[in-house]
């Protein structure tokens, strides 16, 4: 009877219910980044069906202090905003579905920063135009190719049309 109920739970879940979990999962993991209470030394575990869910926070501006890091990276910044945490997070998501060359666990680059694409030397930028561009680079990257199969967009890289790149 258990397995049952269990089965008939599963098939009766919709796509509202499922995207309402996912909501879920992503509202408490912004939470925990906005009052610098998330604990886990990793970046979560969401998928492409979280991105949705992730977009709504692109262009926060608040700082946050409290965040996973690359444990390789010899940079540490102990801020970050929460719009460009949550870009690097849903950078996390395409470079695990891609198996990026760039990945160490679930981290998609060195650090949660963009960088200038085309320079010679290594010059990070922070600032609030870096982040709007970044921003509606991830959100068109994701509206123009939402109604399609995530597989067939997945390698295609937010960034590329910009001049940024995760350092």
């Not at 940079?75 to 949550?86: K, Q, R």
């Not at 579905?97 to 998609?108: A, C, G, W």
């Not at 010059?123 to 190719?145: C, G, M, P, R």
Request: charged letters at 20%; proline letters at 4%; one cysteine or more.
């Amino acid at each position: 009877m258990f397995v049952i109920s269990i089965l008939i739970s599963l098939i009766s879940c919709n796509k509202n219910d499922y995207e309402k979990v996912n909501r879920t999962d992503v509202e408490k993991y912004v939470e925990s980044l906005k009052s610098n209470s998330y604990d886990s030394l990793n970046l979560p575990a969401f998928t492409y069906t979280d991105i949705p869910a992730l977009l709504q926070y692109r262009n926060e501006t608040q700082i946050i202090t409290k965040f996973p890091h690359n444990p390789i990276s010899s940079f540490y910044g102990t801020e970050c905003t929460l719009g460009v945490y949550i870009l690097w997070t849903i950078e996390s998501i395409r470079a695990v579905s891609i198996n990026s060359e760039f990945l160490i666990e679930r981290f998609p680059s060195q650090n949660s920063i963009l960088a200038q694409r085309n320079s010679e030397e290594l010059v990070l930028v922070s600032d609030q135009t870096s982040q709007d561009i970044a921003a509606k680079a991830y959100y068109d990257w994701w509206e123009n190719n939402r109604l399609k199969n995530y597989n067939e967009f997945k390698n295609l890289d937010p960034l590329k049309g910009t001049a940024y790149k995760w350092h």
